[in-house]
């Protein structure tokens, strides 16, 4: 729930309690969505409902962005740069790195036994595994497929298609963590929402100016999400004014449908802010299971859904239907996803976040007389202090 003894300088509503919030259990939401969008191409359902021209997993990544604003804005603002960059490649590097091993070692391997018969070609063909992973081990995805497969699916070529948007998300980190290097950044909120306002202009002209651009398709896909990213940073930016309410939590929703409904094209992106506080609202008095709030598996649904949906898919389970399919894929995926947190994701944060060693107060004596002692560096894994959440 909502703070309700810090109202120091707001205008309205409470702050965000950071532990008591049901954030992690949106985000799982929001993962879970992304799942249920991928069965209608992967089953050969043909396109799925959408909404404005956006599908339920496009809407889904938007509300991850726009979450991950507002949380990635705080972690930036309360840390050093050097301990900001190394908390948010230690939260999306190594579990990014397990599941591309994971995909070579065993999922794609099981696929290709399953079509094939045998193993044979399989470390030799087309995208080889070796190439697989040294070509997208830096979030670039710039291969989808294993071996030329999965094969004899509706959807082939592609064991991973969610990991499209790690890349775009990493940047946005870049870009945050740039923008604050200006004191008056932190100083004031205009700056990040002018920030906000100007991307949503060049979202609103992107065939105009992805012109200047050369047609850079990443450049497009990158201005499609950090509309969302800077809104979430917008509402972080004005916490300390604008607090969480339930009236402008219903308007921010009524207004986000409103401009995705009228302006299709960049009504979405446009709406940004609106969608983030909308959602923190919500996770301010949601309830949430205790498990799920102290643990934050949406990451693992995200990047292992894809493949088992593949896998599934080339056992000959999508055949089933869509609701079978779904929940086969969604226990299995929140599996794996369980094993990546407690193995992969929480060893390694803990690890970053570990406390520096307090160095002693000099006595009387020693503070007066100079040091002539070379001094020992401190520990790498002392480096870093807390951070905010993904």
Known sequence: MPSSTDRSGLLFGSKLNPRR???????????????????????????????????????????????????????????????????????????????????????APLGHVATKGTLRGYFSTGTTPLDYLFSNMFLKVQHYDIAGGPYDVPYPGAWNGSLWSLYYEFVCYLIIAAFALFAIVKKSPWPVTLAFAASILVQANIERVSVFMGQNFDFVL?????????????????????GLHWIPGVLSILASLVIVSAFPGWGGPASGAFVAYAFLWISSWLPSPEFIHRNDISYGVYIYAFPIQQLLAVYGLHRLGLVP????????????????????????????????????APSAESASAPNLQPVAPAPLEAAASASGNR
């Open 21 to 107: 919030n049901s954030l992690n259990l949106i985000r799982l939401v929001l993962a879970l969505a992304v799942l249920v969008h991928h069965s209608w191409p992967l089953m050969g359902l043909g396109n799925e409902p959408k909404f404005a021209g956006e599908s339920l997993g496009g809407w889904a990544v938007a509300g991850f962005f726009s979450i991950s604003g507002y949380l990635i804005t705080g972690s930036r603002f309360s840390n050093r740069l050097g301990d900001f960059l190394l908390h948010r490649v230690a939260r999306i590097m190594p579990a990014f790195l397990v599941c591309l091993v994971v995909m070579v070692a065993v999922i």
């Open 222 to 242: 990158l201005m499609r999400l950090l509309p969302f990213f800077l809104g979430g940073a917008v509402v972080f930016v004005w916490r300390h004014r604008v």
């Open 325 to 360: 399919y779904t929940v086969a894929a969604t226990v299995i995926t929140i599996g794996l996803a369980l094993a990546s947190w407690f193995i992969v994701e929480q060893p390694v944060m803990n690890r970053v976040r570990k406390p520096k060693p307090k160095q002693p």
